[in-house]
């Protein structure tokens, strides 16, 4: 399976919404709601934020949010702070498990 | 405390074998599905392998026929052997418990720190 496409940085000022996209196919992130999130701070393990497209495992913020339409998942930040600014991955069940590129998000 | 603790990192000349090793503590391995995620430096995470409960186990086309994921469940310890190392391999190894309820995926919920992995003559 091919790598799910993000895009490489995005970035916000604080307070403000962004949006990280996730494009797979119709044999991945399109037949299933089986698209999870995670974040990755530097030198730190992964941290799962969503996961089934739009749930957020307990303790996740709900300024973190989650969406598919067609073959595209996406990621919402809103009320951006400083400690989001991180790298984050989507990553799809779709008999096997395979991660977006990552995007690095930067908060100016 | 759910937990778990990667070890067996290190140095290994390309064609050497090392295996990684996965210590939980706070819930049981062999009743979860575990997965193995690595990270090249400075690059992206990419899945590795994962076992399942019932002891089904599947790998990435890049390790498939090299590496072998197993579990001890007496040790509560999930395994990563790996063989014909290449260059390639260099990365942080990752295990993660990759949480299922009722058949359905809830993502990777606990992750360990991560052990390195250098190939390198």
């Known amino acids: 399976q091919s790598a799910l496409t993000q895009p490489a940085s995005v970035s916000g000022s604080p307070g403000q919404s962004i949006t990280i996209s996730c494009t797979g196919t119709s044999s991945d992130v399109g037949s299933y709601n089986l698209v999870s999130w995670y974040q990755q701070h530097p030198g730190k393990a992964p941290k799962l934020m969503i996961y089934e497209v739009s749930k957020r495992p307990s303790g996740v913020s709900n300024r973190f949010s989650g969406s598919k339409s067609g073959n595209t998942a996406s990621l919402t930040i809103s009320g951006l702070q400083a400690e989001d600014e991180a790298d984050y991955y989507c990553c799809s069940y779709a008999g096997s498990r395979v991660f977006g590129g990552g995007t690095k998000l930067t908060v100016l | 405390e759910v937990q778990l603790v990667e070890s067996g990192g290190g140095l290994i000349q390309p064609g050497g074998s090392l295996r990684l090793s996965c210590a939980a503590s706070?819930?049981?391995?062999?009743?979860?599905?575990m997965s193995w995620v690595r990270q090249a430096p400075g690059k992206g995470l990419e899945w590795v392998s994962v076992?399942?409960?019932?002891?089904?186990?599947y790998y990435a086309d890049s390790v498939k026929g090299r590496f072998t994921i197993s579990r001890d469940n007496s040790k509560n310890t999930l395994y990563l052997q790996m063989n014909s190392l290449r260059a390639e391999d260099t990365a942080v190894y990752y295990c993660?418990?990759?949480?299922?309820?009722?058949?359905?995926?809830?993502?990777?919920?606990?992750w360990g720190q991560g052990t390195t992995v250098t190939v390198s003559s």
């Open positions: 706070g819930f049981t391995v062999s009743s979860n599905y």
């Open positions: 076992i399942y409960s019932g002891g089904s186990t």
């Open positions: 993660a418990r990759d949480r299922y309820v009722l058949m359905v995926p809830r993502g990777m919920d606990v």
